[in-house]
């Protein structure tokens, strides 16, 4: 378990394209070294050493083959989080911070990468453009637009405004299973940025509005549905509740601001350890997040699930 040998060769071989390179054909350990651009019998050690773990098979000294697990390494959507030379790079160098994240328990990312997470971002667009595709349906997968605790609201619903929402995949979902509804994506410039191609994809283009700003910022107001999906984690617990008191404020006096949250009634919220050696997030039960909401202005209404088990909390100003 204290072994970082065989992870490392993992994030090593992912960010080389060694799997895409062996079902291109190169399969011979020169050739592969090659194109890869690495050196011969350093890979060469590396992926005899991979396969030594199940990863990789090598049917003759010096040719190397995929099995199933190697599978998983093929093309770029499951490179997202592994390569070194993009924000896979960052969550990985990260969990060196994590004795100092531990003793002060306050993040320490600025001690491996000289700034705070999100102003490292803020300074590397090419590395927060790949954390935008791992957060999106690249890395997760196509989301869920069932919201809503009761289906049956959405008769009421004409207004979306999803805070925090990435490049846009939830709420374009949400626009194309619901076409009376408009939609409003909040997030930082250089995010919604990239959002106009999800939208267009989607066929609702002429049903969305990008704000691009902060949201701790004062937030576009009237909404019915306040949407906060995958952001509260991000953040210590000043700064989350700070946010939900910016939706309560746009959602007044009728709308619902609805977090999606990983503990249900009675269950213990997730360690969150990457999100803690990040920027200092963490994951909350559920009666912590309804003291959150209270300290906000807003009040739980509703708790349920989505089929994937993901919870959903719907929350309504006081």
């Not at 995929?66 to 160098?93: I, K, S, T, W």
Request: charged letters at 20%; a negative charge.
């Amino acid at each position: 378990m204290s072994d970082l040998c065989t992870p490392w060769c993992v994030h090593v071989v992912a960010t080389l394209r060694i799997a895409d390179h062996i079902e291109a054909g190169n399969s011979e350990i020169g050739p592969l070294a090659f194109v890869a651009g690495a050196d011969r019998d350093s890979l060469h050690r590396v992926l005899r050493h991979l396969v030594s773990k199940g990863l990789f098979a090598e049917p003759a000294p010096g040719r190397f083959e995929l099995n199933e697990p190697a599978q998983g390494l093929l093309g770029e959507a499951n490179l997202l989080g592994l390569n070194l030379d993009a924000f896979g790079g960052r969550m990985a160098h990260a969990w060196g911070t994590l004795l100092s994240a531990v003793r002060s328990g306050k993040p320490a990312y600025h001690e491996a990468f000289g700034r705070r997470f999100w102003e490292d971002l803020d300074a590397h667009p090419e590395i927060a453009a790949s954390f935008d595709a791992l957060m999106g349906p690249a890395g997760h997968g196509v989301p869920d637009w069932h919201v809503l605790v009761d289906a049956a609201d959405w008769e009421q619903v004409r207004t979306v405004v999803d805070v925090g929402g990435g490049t846009g995949a939830l709420l374009a979902e949400i626009l194309r299973a619901r076409p009376e509804v408009r939609g409003t994506l909040v997030d930082l410039p250089r995010t919604v940025a990239r959002s106009g191609e999800v939208f267009q994809a989607a066929g609702v283009t002429d049903r969305v509005t990008v704000a691009g700003q902060s949201f701790f910022d004062a937030l576009p107001g009237g909404g019915d549905v306040y949407i906060v999906k995958g952001v509260l984690y991000d953040w210590p617990d000043r700064e989350a509740t700070a946010i939900l008191k910016r939706c309560a404020e746009a959602a007044r006096p009728s709308g619902r601001v609805v977090v999606f949250s990983g503990a249900g009634p009675g269950e213990d919220a997730s360690p969150e350890l990457l999100m803690m050696v990040l920027g200092g997030g963490r994951g909350r039960t559920l009666d912590e997040l309804r003291g959150m909401a209270a300290e906000a202005g807003l009040e739980v209404g509703a708790v349920g699930r989505q089929a994937s088990g993901r919870v959903i909390v719907e929350c309504w100003p006081l």
